[in-house]
């Protein structure tokens, strides 16, 4: 395993004591989400070719 920065280490130390809690993304977020990553996966893959 990697060691840690001071960051991270506040970060584990925070998640240890309880301090954070898990969110989940409401619908609309959810709803952005999906529409983008589907956008993503369905652009045109198109090659430009130049004559010199």
């Known amino acids: 395993m990697k060691k840690l ?3 991270e280490k506040d970060i584990l130390a ?3 004591k309880g301090e954070l809690k898990s ?4 619908k609309a977020n959810l ?3 999906k529409a983008v ?3 993503t ?5 198109r ?3 130049d004559v010199l």
């Open 41 to 45: 996966f369905l652009k045109e893959k």
């Open 14 to 16: 925070a998640y240890e």
């Open 5 to 7: 920065d001071v960051f």
């Open 23 to 26: 969110t989940f993304p409401s």
């Open 31 to 33: 709803t952005k989400f």
């Open 37 to 39: 990553a589907t956008a």
């Open 47 to 49: 090659i430009n070719i």
